[in-house]
């Protein structure tokens, strides 16, 4: 005991902060290497010159920029007009992305909720029979789902079979087929952050509630939701995120039609056909929303947090 | 005095079962309208039970409740007039204190008057300057006035708390007993009040129901109960007492002459039901026995003294009476009176007062 004391004591403030510097090294190394460069290797490339059979020329351009906002007719050489073509699929891609994160949102949450209220032994049991769908490629669900959904696949089959609908109805290459696709390929990502918070929730406030003449909707809308907001969020935002940029399920489900941003990118940098250069600058174009957003929300929650601190 | 009043609670033959495990077995219990009414036992024998079950938090599984005398069964928790402050206060910690307390009223659709009356619900617990925190930026006692606040302001007809004070230190536990007490004059609502504390029981309640193991062991006055125990059970919970093993050989005057072992009688009012032979219990107050060294009293047990123990306010010796049971005696630290401390090994005398010993029916 006494050696440990005298242990403890000599170790100075100093040696913590050192010590935090080189056990940090190794994240910093990984995020330096893996994100940090990878980004700016980006940002570079978002100004150069394309090469027409691919890759870059190393001489600083606005040109990639300048395709993506504006649309200066066929020779280039007509007055600049506001380009509508990328900003329609960037706009696009928000639209099926939030649909997805509310899809995922309308199901997730009462999924985590049930969880979260089962008794504490089963609940692990419903967390992973949750992620068991998840242990498969994504490409692989993606393209099942395809096979699911298309006009004599068997889910038509079952609604014709047991008379809800007399013809197929059409699903793949839909808006709706995206969505689906991108609800199902994130769905964990909802449940999981609002169950971590739900469980943590103390449920005598909901028997407060009631017993202060709430009713079961206004105890969830004015005291459970607030509550576990930071959880719903979170989910939301690791919904939101991976299907802005999403390709395969686009691609897959919703045909050429249903183009989005991850495709557009996708498909500047495959085969000879590419433009790097405005790849790099649709990817800097989406990363610097995506910060917009994050950051919006980051904002409001040390709000909130500075109220209830 | 008391049947002139109106009866705000009345539980009628309740059962509470979990299961094959019964918590409640058949409870039957009127409460008064403006009552301080405490349920008072150990822990586990089904207070919290009986309170959720009044304010509809769990399903009577036989019998009825009723409130002013219509029964309750069928009313979700939040269609009854009734409040609960809850044991962790449960507290809404995403609202200011001010909007925790508000709460009710806009529930009740009172949305407009809300902020005057809950300003003055502060006020009535002494946290106006804190309308504005949040409910973790303040102590467990203050904490606990809030939760008493909101619970206060919809003006229940009934307010139940769940061992409200037991997470309070001493000093403040003390403090809040007066201050609940004085509340429940002030506003005159029925307050249910559960503590397994016997001393906080006796010091708050009007009355007191008794419970133990899921079933009601007396109900009376504090006064009543602690006088009159009826069974080992609430005088061993209630106060501190000696438990004696006795056979009652004769009556004489009204009052029972109780054979303790050894050649030893002491003279016990009689009570209903115990007869010439029958072997009770008895129950005798450490506080109303005093030692003397002389045989004035003809009725003084011999006794030796075995050991004396200071506990602050009090010395409590303990003797034995010569071939018999012991004894504890409990003298107050004082000068005055028959308070005096004998040696240890000291022969004395046992007296006591009319009512120290009473026979315990069952
Ligand atoms: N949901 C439940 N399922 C099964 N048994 C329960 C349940 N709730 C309570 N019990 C049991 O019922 C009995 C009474 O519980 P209750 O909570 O009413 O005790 P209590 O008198 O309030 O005790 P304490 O002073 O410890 O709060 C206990 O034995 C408890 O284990
Ligand atoms: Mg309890």
């Known amino acids: ?51 027409f059979r691919g890759g870059v020329i190393w001489e600083f351009s606005l040109a990639a920029y300048d395709q993506f906002f504006f649309d200066r007719g066929l020779f280039g050489d007509e007055a600049p007009k506001i380009e509508w073509t990328y900003i329609n699929i960037f706009w696009r891609s928000i639209w099926q992305a939030g649909l997805a994160t509310v899809m995922s949102l309308l199901i997730g949450f009462p999924t985590a909720y049930f969880i979260a209220t089962r ?40 609604l014709m079979s047991v008379g809800v609908v007399s013809e197929p109805i059409h699903i793949i290459n839909t808006n709706f087929a995206v969505q689906l696709g991108l609800f199902y390929s994130y769905l964990p990502f909802m449940v999981l952050p609002v169950y971590a918070s739900v469980e943590r929730y103390n449920f005598t406030l909901s ?36 299907s802005l940029g999403s390709f395969l399920a686009p691609d897959l489900l919703g045909g050429a039609k249903n183009f989005m941003i991850g495709s557009l990118i996708e498909e500047q940098f495959k085969g000879s056909a590419g433009n790097w250069p405005f790849g790099a600058a649709a990817a800097m174009i989406l990363l610097s929303m995506v910060l917009v957003i994050l950051m919006v929300f980051a904002r409001q929650q040390a709000k909130s947090g500075k109220e209830a601190g | ?22 918590a409640l077995k058949r409870i039957s219990l009127s409460i008064h309208d403006n009552e301080f009414f405490t349920l008072l036992g150990p822990s586990g024998c089904g207070k919290t039970t009986l309170l959720r079950m009044i304010a509809g938090f769990e399903d009577v599984t036989e019998g009825g409740i009723f409130l002013y005398g219509k029964e309750i069964e069928d009313l979700p928790p939040n269609r009854r007039p009734v ?22 009223l806009e529930m009740l659709g009172k949305g407009r008057e809300a902020r005057a009356r809950a300003g003055e619900m502060l006020e009535l617990v002494q946290l106006s300057q804190f309308a504005n925190r949040k409910p973790n ?23 139940l708390l769940d061992e409200p004070l037991s997470a309070l230190d001493l000093k403040l536990r003390k403090a809040m007993q007066i201050e609940l007490k004085h509340i429940q004059r002030e506003t005159g609502i029925t307050f249910i009040f559960v503590t397994h504390d016997q001393e906080e029981a006796l010091t708050m309640s009007d009355r007191i129901a008794v419970m133990s193991a899921g079933e009601l062991q007396q109900l009376g006055t504090p006064g009543e109960i602690y006088e009159y125990p009826r069974n ?56 109303r026995l005093f030692l003397t060294d002389e045989k004035i009293d003809p009725d003084a047990l011999h006794a030796t003294v075995l050991e004396n123990v200071f506990v602050g306010t009090n010395i409590m010796t303990i003797v034995d009476l010569d071939d018999g049971p012991n004894f504890t005696i409990r003298a107050a630290n004082s000068d005055r009176g028959n308070a005096r401390v004998f040696p240890e090994g000291s022969p004395v005398f046992v007296n006591g007062d009319r009512g120290a010993a009473r026979l315990l029916v069952d």
């Open chain 1, 1 to 51: 005991m006494a050696g440990g004391a005298a242990t403890g004591a000599s170790v100075t403030t100093d040696t913590y902060a050192e010590a935090r510097t080189w056990l940090l090294l190794p994240a910093w190394a990984v995020l330096g290497f893996f994100v940090l460069a990878p980004v700016g290797m980006m940002l570079v490339y978002s100004f150069l010159t394309k090469e």
């Open chain 1, 119 to 158: 008794p504490e032994k089963v609940r692990p049991i419903w967390v992973f029979l949750i992620t068991i769908p998840y242990w498969v490629n994504l490409l692989i669900r993606t393209v099942s789902m395809k096979f699911l959904l298309r006009d004599n696949g068997p889910l038509n089959e079952f």
């Open chain 1, 207 to 242: 028997e407060a509630a009631a017993d202060l003449y709430a009713s079961k909707w206004t105890t969830l809308r004015r005291v459970l939701l607030p509550t576990v907001k930071p959880g719903v969020i979170a989910g939301c935002i690791l919904v939101f995120v991976p």
């Open chain 2, 1 to 22: 005095m008391a049947e002139a009043r109106q009866i705000a609670i009345d539980v009628r033959d309740a059962v509470k079962r979990y299961g094959d495990f019964t």
């Open chain 2, 83 to 104: 409040n609960t402050v809850f044991q962790n206060y449960a507290l809404f910690p995403h609202m200011t204190v001010l909007e925790n307390v508000m709460f009710p």
């Open chain 2, 137 to 159: 930026q303040l102590s467990g006692g203050q904490q606990q006035r809030v939760a008493l606040a909101r619970a206060l302001a919809p003006q229940p007809k009934v307010l």
């Open chain 2, 232 to 287: 080992m059970f609430v005088a061993d919970f209630i106060g501190e007492t000696n438990l004696l093993e006795v056979s009652v050989d004769a009556f004489a005057e009204g009052r029972a002459v109780c054979h303790l072992g050894g050649g030893h009688e002491m003279k016990v009012d009689a009570v209903e039901g115990i007869g010439v032979g029958s072997k009770v219990h008895l129950s005798v107050r450490p506080e």
